[in-house]
């Protein structure tokens, strides 16, 4: 599933996503964007577990930790051309991060 978002114009693009959380996924699992887009994720907990966003390019955490039911909005500016891996780090309660488990999303800016 992905999600293609294409401005004409220069100015910096607001482009808004609802981000779904669960065992052990993100919905949608990419998001493409045109270069100088102000990203807004709204992360949404669907899940019976916490979870979070670590942006593994920045070594940042996007969300620290969201509990099931809790919902959260974060913002991403894309100045450049890239590819962005957003990982869930939890590693509750399996006995592995939840991106080993397939918890992982990718942002595109093109
Ligand atoms: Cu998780």
Redesign the pocket.
Known sequence: MAYYLYYMNTAPAEVKVVVE?GE?YYYPSEITVRVNSRLHLTFINK?N????AYLAEEKRELVTILYPSNSTTVEMYLAKEGIYSIL?T?AYPAPVS?YELG?RAKVTAK
């Open positions: 959380m052990y899940g577990y916490p979870h979070n869930c939890i939840h918890m």
